[in-house]
């Protein structure tokens, strides 16, 4: 994936290069294809992600969470335990008058020191961004600047929304989960109806236990690993909401929720039926 960033054509003919990849890829089996399911994935979140902008993937302001900058120790030792927040921006009257981040680390190498305390002294710089800056530029300009925090400003200087690199990176890989989420099983749960409504990211080992095996022997080859996944290869890109797709099995997948990057859950529908207990014929 890194030479398609080396190509010095124009931006439409990356696009094409990528697209091209993603079409023969999608044509070849397991063994001669170049890139497999999750690389296709990457690869058209990488597509999508051109024509996005910092105002499309930002935290909306009233989501924003921040501290004064007359805040104690303890009062930012808390905010950020409860938060399991790393980063966090600072402020004097308002939000809209940010004077830079705080930093998890500076903040616990402040807690050993027990010396007197003062939040501007451990402050970092923040980035500001328009909210119409094309998405990898603000990447680039993370990475070179190693600021991982912007604000997105409007044109009357009020914050808008704010961006971590984690926020860019997720937008490309998926959402990435650290030590500080909840973890959440993925769920799948019965309707009236005889359907299924199940999370995109419930395994499909765990789904062909209630289903039967479902998967072929090429959705086998392909190391499909979840719903989504399969959800993902069988439409060839990430499907929208309301879009219903049918596996050779007879069984449909309903979108239920989506957004651009990923599939998120599932309605199920003409399960076969379910085998008979053995104990009945006993």
Do not use: C
Not at 44 to 63: C, F, G, S, W
Not at 90 to 97: A, K, T
Not at 130 to 142: G, I, N, T
């Amino acid at each position: 994936m890194k030479s398609l960033w080396k190509q010095k054509d124009s931006d439409s003919s990356l696009r094409e290069t990528i697209e091209e990849i993603i079409e023969e890829s999608e044509r070849e089996d397991q063994e001669a294809s170049p890139i497999g399911t999750h690389e296709r994935v990457m690869l058209a979140n990488i597509l999508h992600l051109r024509h996005l902008t910092a105002y499309d993937v930002m935290v909306p302001r009233a989501d924003i969470r921040a501290v004064h900058v007359d805040s104690s120790l303890d009062d930012l030792i808390a905010v950020m335990s409860r938060g399991g927040h790393s980063r966090l921006p600072v402020y004097r009257e308002s939000l809209d008058d940010v004077v830079g981040l705080v930093h998890i680390k500076d903040v616990l190498a402040h807690a050993k020191s027990k010396r007197g305390f003062t939040l501007t002294r451990i402050t970092r710089e923040v980035l500001f961004v328009a909210p119409s800056m094309p998405v990898l530029d603000l990447l680039l300009e993370m990475r070179l600047s190693r600021v991982h925090m912007a604000l997105v400003v409007d044109e009357f200087g009020g914050i808008d929304g704010l961006i971590t690199i984690e926020d860019l990176v997720e937008e490309i890989v998926g959402e990435i989960e650290d030590e500080h989420d909840v973890a959440e099983s993925p769920k799948i749960v019965d309707r009236p109806d005889g359907s299924l409504v199940a999370d995109a990211r419930l395994p499909v080992e765990e789904f062909e236990e209630r289903a039967g095996g479902v998967l072929t022997d090429e959705e086998r080859e392909e190391d499909i690993d979840t719903l989504g996944g399969l959800v993902f290869y069988l439409a060839g890109r990430v499907p929208g909401r309301g879009e219903l797709i049918v596996h050779e099995s007879g069984i449909s997948f309903e979108v239920m929720e989506a957004d651009p990057r990923r599939v998120k859950r599932l309605r199920i529908r003409n399960l076969p039926p379910a085998p008979a207990d053995s104990d009945a014929d006993d």
